[in-house]
């Protein structure tokens, strides 16, 4: 799990692509990487990966075929930018949300502008994703979260504050980028427990919502 608080920068090293995969190697700047072992998380633009070789002064890590579809590793260059976070512990501050890594798609710039000293941004999602966009929810864009500050159909608006993007990758954005987004993770839990196949045991243990509710275990 991560927070959606960008620790560093990165730079993207090395992509070798092997088929469909891609193994990557990852700069990571001031990224503290002293407690970080093999098989540990680092979330980079927002994907949770496995860091499969520790280098001095950055990581390996392999990505799928389904994260490299699904995300914008698909056209990153050596020498992109990354931002970047180590999993959380026990004792971190929980200063954004809840961040899983796993990335639901591609969001697009449509439009962005300064107003006053923060940077504003107009950016459309898929229509299977909009559904999960609130007014005032979070939201996570290439692994930075954010408070959605306005809704207009599959369309949202962001407002950058300076800090957060003179600490990340959002600065450079402009109109036409493509960035990873990943909806909020109760929205999606919410949705699946308001399905009703989801509210039904299967019908071979004999026990069924119904029966519960009559047995007093439900209200």
Same mark, same amino acid.
């Given at each position: 799990?991560?927070?959606?608080?960008?620790?560093?920068? $990165?730079?993207?090293?090395?992509?070798?692509?092997?088929?469909?995969?891609?193994?990557?190697?990852?700069?990571?700047?001031?990224?503290?990487?002293?407690?970080?072992?093999?098989?540990?998380?680092?979330?980079?633009?927002?994907?949770?990966?496995?860091?499969?070789?520790?280098? $001095?002064?950055? !990581?390996?890590?392999?990505?799928?075929?389904?994260?490299?579809?699904?995300?914008?590793?698909?056209? !990153?260059?050596?020498?992109?930018?990354?931002?970047?976070?180590?999993?959380?512990?026990?004792?971190?501050?929980? $200063?954004?949300?809840?961040?899983?890594?796993?990335?639901?798609?591609?969001?697009?710039?449509?439009?962005?502008? !300064?107003? $006053?000293?923060?940077?504003?941004?107009?950016?459309?999602?898929?229509?299977?994703?909009?559904? !999960?966009?609130?007014?005032?929810?979070?939201?996570?864009?290439?692994?930075?979260?954010?408070?959605?500050?306005?809704?207009?159909?599959?369309?949202?608006?962001?407002?950058?504050?300076?800090?957060?993007?003179?600490?990340?990758?959002?600065?450079?954005?402009?109109v036409g980028d493509s960035v990873n987004i990943e909806v909020d993770l109760i929205a999606r839990y919410l949705?699946?427990?308001?399905?009703?196949?989801?509210?039904?045991?299967?019908?071979?243990?004999?026990?069924?919502?119904?029966?519960?509710?009559?047995?007093?275990?439900?209200?």
């Open positions: 799990m991560f927070t959606g608080i960008i620790e560093a920068l $990165g730079t993207l090293r090395k992509i070798d692509r092997k088929g469909n995969d891609i193994r990557l190697t990852v700069a990571s700047g001031k990224l503290d990487l002293t407690d970080v072992k093999l098989g540990d998380s680092i979330a980079t633009n927002g994907v949770c990966l496995t860091v499969v070789e520790r280098l $001095g002064d950055g !990581y390996v890590a392999d990505i799928s075929a389904e994260t490299v579809d699904l995300t914008g590793f698909s056209h !990153y260059q050596v020498g992109q930018k990354v931002n970047l976070e180590k999993a959380v512990t026990a004792t971190t501050r929980l $200063g954004g949300h809840m961040v899983s890594g796993h990335v639901d798609g591609i969001a697009k710039v449509e439009q962005c502008a !300064y107003r $006053g000293k923060a940077l504003e941004f107009w950016l459309s999602v898929p229509a299977q994703l909009s559904r !999960y966009i609130a007014h005032k929810g979070s939201i996570t864009i290439d692994g930075v979260s954010l408070t959605v500050n306005e809704v207009d159909g599959a369309r949202f608006r962001l407002t950058i504050v300076p800090h957060t993007a003179g600490e990340t990758t959002l600065v450079d954005l402009k949705e699946r427990l308001m399905q009703p196949e989801a509210n039904h045991v299967q019908p071979s243990s004999g026990v069924t919502m119904e029966l519960l509710a009559k047995s007093g275990f439900l209200r």
